[in-house]
């Protein structure tokens, strides 16, 4: 008797979202194993919806790190898993018509050696290198992102309030948020919706990006983070604490009093 939509989409949440994927403590992750998994989302996905394109892996953020440590090796699993699940889903009788991406991302609240995997649909590719940048800006993700009321303060004077999923900050005009400063890389940074969580990206690929005094590329923003883009200062924020503006007031006098040096 054939499913109905309906009975698709609970088989499907039973078979991916209850069993998250894991590993041995100790081993490396297989790409081959989580590319098998991953394609269960396209066996037992509704067939009236588009598939998804892209996967989002969460892990726990000690092994994110240990990923990270080695770059070129994880753009190199990220881009063979995806080329897994292409290879197994053709095999399967499953012919996507689209480049599968795979990105790793750190999750707090991931248990170490275990994944849960978040399918979804790039609306709006952002290249920068190999990287690809999700946009989701479904209805849930925006009520989520104006619970949260998050907002950036630019230089302790200017206050722009984060109501988007992603947003793009540098010297180019066509960024949500424009710096005109030398220092400023044309595409410096992004400040992206992930989950639960706004997190900061450095896509300048200079190194020019530290929160909290400590260089970052990805680091999940917290009310009262400060953000150096090269010598531009910016405060994190979330609702509307006073203890807030008077860290901003503070980093305002601070720029008032001394020469910010970019970084070398």
Not at 45 to 62: C, E, K, L, M, R
């Amino acid at each position: 008797m054939k499913r109905s939509p309906l009975s698709r989409v609970e088989s499907l949440i039973r078979r991916v979202v209850e069993e998250p994927f894991t590993w041995l403590a100790g081993n490396p992750l297989d790409p081959f194993r989580l590319a098998t998994h991953l394609v269960r989302y396209y066996e037992d996905g509704p067939a009236d919806s588009p598939p998804p394109n892209h996967f989002t892996i969460h892990i726990n953020p000690a092994d994110y790190a240990e990923m990270v440590g080695r770059p070129t090796e994880l753009a190199d699993l990220e881009a063979q898993v995806g080329e897994y699940v292409r290879l197994l889903a053709e095999r399967r009788g499953i012919h996507l018509t689209e480049t599968v991406s795979v990105a790793f991302a750190a999750d707090p609240g991931e248990q170490p050696q275990r994944a849960h995997v978040v399918p979804s649909r790039i609306a709006e590719p952002v290249a920068e290198g190999t990287e690809v940048f999700l946009v989701d800006a479904g209805d849930a993700v925006m009520e989520a992102i104006r619970a949260v009321d998050a907002f950036l303060i630019v230089q302790g004077r200017q206050h722009i309030a984060l109501d988007r999923p992603v947003t793009r900050i540098g010297r180019r005009m066509d960024n949500d948020i424009v710096i005109d400063s030398p220092s400023i890389s044309r595409q410096h940074a992004q400040i992206r919706w992930r989950q639960r969580y706004f997190v900061l990206y450095d896509v300048s690929r200079r190194g020019q990006t530290a929160v909290n005094g400590r260089p970052a590329r990805e680091h999940i923003l917290r009310s009262g983070d400060v953000i150096a883009l090269s010598d531009v200062m910016l405060v994190y924020g979330e609702g509307r604490d006073a203890p807030l503006g008077e860290l901003a007031s503070a980093v305002d006098e601070e720029l008032d009093t001394t020469q910010l040096k970019p970084f070398e």
